[in-house]
Every structure is written in C-alpha cells, then in structure tokens.
C-alpha cells in the first residue's frame, strides 16, 4: 500500500477543486478518477446543453473560464476547460481507477482501494464524486411495462432519433424544460409533472441572474441544509416560457399510468406513445463508503456543511445544496473545497 495525505475521490469539477486546495495547502494528494480524464459528468451531457451561468461565474479556483465573459458556455467548453484545469494543475490524477471501499484504519487513517486494486493510505479522504453519479428512476405506474424506449436524461443526445415521434418527458427541472422544448421542434412532446413549472428570469433588470446572487450574497450564503429537497426554477431568457405557454411542449399533469404502447392520463385521456425520458435528476453514488457508517439506510452522506458527521477525516465535495444553492455548480465547488479543506485539516 502507497500512502499520502489526503485521497480524493473523483476528477471532475469537484475533485479538481479538491485537488486544487491541497496543492495550495502544500499537502500531498492522490486524486482518484473512474473515468477516462478530468471532465467528470459533463462529457455525457446531451450535446445541446448550455450552462445558465455566464463564464464570468463558471470559473475553477486559480483560472477563468477564458473568453468573452458574459457568453454562456456550451458542454464542450465545460469539457475542454475541465481538461485544461486538470493538466494546469500538475497533480497526481489518476485516471481509470475507480474506488470500490474506502475503510478505516485501526489507529487512525483510511486504506481506499480500486477496482484495479490499487491501494492508497491517506490521513483524510475527500469524496469529491458529487451528487450526479447514478441517475434517479423514480417509481411510475406501469413504467416496467411500457415497450417503448425509456432513457434519462443523461443518455439523451440529440433530438434526430425522435422525429415525428410523441413523447412524454418526465421532469420539472432545467434539463426537463430544455430538453422537452428541443424535442418539440420534431417531434409531439408533452412535459409530464406533479407540481407546474416554477419560471426565474434568466437577466432581471438587464443583469444575468448570478450577478444578483452574487452581489447580495444569497450564492455563498450557508443554506443548504434549508434548501435540500426543494427543486430549483427553470432559469428561462424568455424562450422556454413562451415555448410551453403555446403548448408546444404542453405541459401537463404526471400521467395515470404508462402501458404497453400508451400513456394514460390523469384525466383518464388514453393515446398511443413512442418514448419516455426522464428528467429526473441524479443521486450520490457513493457505494464505495459502505460499511464504516459515513451513509444514512438511503444511501445518503451524513454531514454537515461537507464535513462528516460520524467518521472523522471524512469530507464531501459537490454534493447538491452542500453549503449553499451554488455547491454543485462550477462556481460554488471552489467555495466549498477550500470550506472542507481548512476543516479537515484543522
């Protein structure tokens, strides 16, 4: 077994940032990535994407999201400038090595260990594979019996398999509308869910809306734990809004039951159905810390604030409303590694 100060799970935006506060603290890291190189989750995002941020506010630690600042980046500049992060900042990343167990040492410390069986000693572990690892599939009626294609959110691409299609897309979220309202240009599309869609302007009073929270101080506010489990707006410039309003996506409320080769809906109206996608967000997948108590029965952390209630030494990067509404987001993980980090250190 190789040993150093601190393991940190995970390569993608949040470990980067993890990485990024060792290296500041002068402390020896190994940053474990299952995947293939530093872009975390967002490589598999659907080719459209667009982050609602400018990249004035979508910035790592110790580099700017290089261009024009008031652009909105699209997915393949999040990669490339994931990639870019990654190479600038010489640390010990290895890629291909996906953490299976993470244990506690007897006198102190953790053995973490690959499925390629790799094992790294370390003081301090910090579990930096965020809150989108295993996409959520919640229990809809009839959803094991419909024949048709069934994919989330993060196996949609484009729209050019659905032309002429009708389809039902599952969500209330960003992804949900934004994905519904492309689809729309091709295909029959209703925006299935149980409470409306909840509308925040993209740039009130002509200024995007991260320059507001920023300002007042609401993005870095320490919220989270009053935030979690309540979903965001859809952050609209105008177009989403009207999109849905002229019915095209319509939305309506979440369907009866789903069958073989149809959706039946609340109001008991039957039709014929090609595909369902579900927009339905994403939970931790954090399997590897079985066993040494740091989950609830569900699965979930215990923490607070990203720093682990029941196994000293143990913190979290990049988990949804961690401290604030920003702590998933590019602009929020620098906060909350440098938050972590002075805590386990301490």
């Known amino acids: 077994m190789e040993h150093t100060d601190i393991v940190v799970i995970g390569a993608g935006q949040s470990g980067l940032a993890a990485a990024y506060q060792a290296k500041q603290a002068g402390r020896r890291a190994v940053v474990l990535e299952a995947g293939d190189d530093c872009a975390g989750s967002w490589a598999g995002y659907y080719d459209s994407l667009t982050l609602f941020s400018p990249a004035r506010f979508s910035s790592l630690p110790g580099m700017p999201f290089p261009g024009d600042p008031e652009r909105y980046p699209r997915r393949d500049e999040v990669v490339a400038y994931l990639r870019a992060y990654g190479d600038s900042l010489g640390a010990d990343i290895r890629c291909g090595q996906r953490v299976v167990r993470v244990s506690v040492v007897e006198g102190g410390g953790f053995a973490v260990v690959t499925e390629d069986g790799l094992e790294v000693g370390a003081e301090r572990v910090i579990a930096a594979s965020g809150g989108f690892g295993h996409p959520y599939t919640p229990a809809l009626p009839g959803l094991d019996t419909f024949s048709g294609p069934v994919l989330h959110s993060c196996e949609y691409r484009s729209p050019e398999a659905f032309i002429g299609k009708r389809v039902v897309v599952v969500g209330v979220g960003n992804s949900a509308v934004q994905i519904a309202a492309e689809l729309a240009e091709v295909a029959r599309v209703s925006l299935a869910s149980r409470a409306p869609v909840r509308w925040m302007p993209q740039r009130p009073f002509g200024r995007d809306l991260h320059w507001w929270l920023t300002r007042s101080g609401i993005d870095s506010a320490p919220i989270g734990r009053w935030l979690g489990g309540r979903s965001m707006p859809v952050i609209d410039d105008g177009r989403y809004r009207t999109a849905v309003a002229s019915g095209n996506p319509d939305r309506r409320p979440l369907f009866r039951r789903l069958e073989v080769d149809a959706v039946v809906w609340a109001d008991g109206a039957r039709e014929d159905l090609d595909a369902v996608i579900l927009a339905t967000g994403y939970r931790p997948d954090l399997s590897y810390l079985g066993g040494i108590g740091a989950l609830d029965e569900s699965g979930m952390p215990l923490h607070r604030a ?29 906060r909350d590694a440098a938050f972590v980090f002075k805590k386990l250190a301490g």
Do not use: H, I, K, M
């Open 306 to 334: 990203g720093v682990s209630t029941t196994v000293p030494g143990l913190g979290y990067v990049g988990l949804e409303y961690q401290r604030n509404n920003a702590s998933a987001s590019l602009r929020g993980v620098g």
